[in-house]
């Protein structure tokens, strides 16, 4: 028979109203919450990154394959080159990567009744995923390809619908300006979809057209674009997979350039969201910590002719730590059990009711985004459990220093 932890469920079982009772009460309400806001802290976080990462991805692929530039964030080549079937296999075939397609850049003026705006066309063809998803939602209609000539089509932003006091439907005029050429340019574009991300940087700077209207306007061949995009199955693999290509199927001029590169001050911003998150779970851990271990300074302290009678009896002081150990760690995962049962709870109503909104314009998303996976709360229960059980050692210490004698008298 473990006696200590009999002992120690004796302990949790006694109806008798004491002062300590009431601190456990309320070290448990303590690693209740501190273990929420861990786990809310953590999905909210990690929403927040993925969330972002995608609408990048989405519009921009995880790679993107062009010639040298030195400048990466302006996405425009000075010169196009021809597209390559054999690379677009090659690059199709690596494990890793889910698609690939050729696109064309070219900076314009979009001219309405109203207002103008500038804006890169950014040219795509008919393999072109148009599917809406959670990061950038297209809606209306996509580009008509089969068109003989080239479709005379654009899909714009939301933003800049608004901007342009138009709808889908109607037409734009957009004005082509090269510096080669001594007038602009124009053509009459019907808007025949639009798309929204909530990120300035895309929503404000970029519309689809057929890639096909960018090669007659700039008065290149065919085949000519001004790079690939690649999409990955994990972002994370991003720089590996790109060296790897680069490596076996491109030739000088050709590089590759993912969007870190692209957008640096976005993803190192992201970057930044992991220090506030370690210092939320750093700070919750401790004030889960300091409350237990207090509670169970206060609970050894009203027991303490109880020790001393243990003590007499001849109990050793290692057994006797663990009694108050054992009902340490069951007030413990009490804590924790419900913390965790309110922060998945919380995590998983803001999830599916977006019930806590956000400026559009200043976080890139309308809602408060969650991404919580089930090893997060794993983590943060063993971590909380295995750190607070690791500090309320020093507590029970105290039973060591606990004279029998004076034990016995105390009251």
Not at 158 to 182: H, S, W
Not at 244 to 257: E, G, W
Not at 298 to 324: D, H, W, Y
């Amino acid at each position: 028979m473990n006696l200590p932890f009999f002992i120690a469920k004796r302990l949790a079982s006694s109806k008798s109203a004491t002062f300590s009772k009431f601190i456990i009460r309320l070290a448990t309400v303590a690693t209740s919450l501190s273990v929420a806001v861990m786990i809310i802290a953590v999905a909210v976080v990690f929403g927040f990154k993925e969330t972002v990462k995608d609408k990048l991805f989405v519009f921009l692929g995880n790679v993107q394959i062009a010639p040298f530039n030195p400048n990466p964030t302006t996405i425009i080549t000075p010169e196009p080159f021809d597209l390559d079937e054999k690379i677009i296999k090659q690059v199709k075939s690596e494990p890793g990567v889910v698609s690939i397609f050729p696109f064309a850049v070219k900076p314009a003026i979009l001219n309405s009744p109203v207002t103008m705006q500038g804006i890169k066309l950014k040219g795509v063809d008919h393999t072109y995923n148009w599917q809406s998803t959670d990061a950038i939602n297209f809606t209306g209609a996509v580009i008509d390809y089969k068109k003989p000539d080239y479709s005379a089509e654009i899909v714009v932003s939301e933003t800049v619908l608004n901007k342009l006091q138009q709808k889908i439907g109607d037409t734009l005029v957009a004005m082509f300006i090269d510096p080669q050429q001594e007038f602009p340019r124009m053509r009459k574009l019907k808007i025949v979809g639009s798309y929204h991300s909530g990120m300035e940087e895309v929503d404000d700077r970029f519309a689809f057209c057929d890639i096909r209207l960018l090669r007659r306007i700039s008065n290149w061949g065919d085949k000519s674009i001004n790079g690939y995009q690649v999409a990955l199955k994990d972002y994370t693999q991003a720089d590996t997979i790109a060296n790897r290509i680069y490596q076996k199927y491109l030739q000088p001029p050709m590089d590759r350039t993912t969007t870190q590169e692209v957008y640096p001050n976005i993803f190192n911003w992201l970057e930044l969201m992991n220090t506030n998150a370690y210092i939320i779970l750093a700070i919750m851990a401790i004030v889960a910590v300091i409350n237990m271990s207090t509670a169970l300074l206060i609970f050894i302290m009203e027991r303490t002719n109880m020790v001393g009678t243990l003590k007499a009896l001849g109990m050793p002081t290692s057994e006797m730590q663990k009694i108050f150990l054992y009902h340490a760690t069951k007030v413990a995962l009490k804590g924790i059990l419900i913390g965790t049962a309110i922060g998945v709870g919380f995590c998983v109503f803001q999830y599916y009711t977006h019930a806590i909104g956000l400026d559009e314009g200043t976080y890139y998303m309308q809602y408060v985004p969650i991404k919580l996976a089930a090893w997060h709360v794993i983590l943060i229960d063993i971590a909380t459990l295995a750190f607070g059980m690791l500090v309320m050692l020093i507590p029970s210490l105290m039973v060591r220093t606990i004279n029998i004698v004076k034990a016995l008298r105390f009251k």
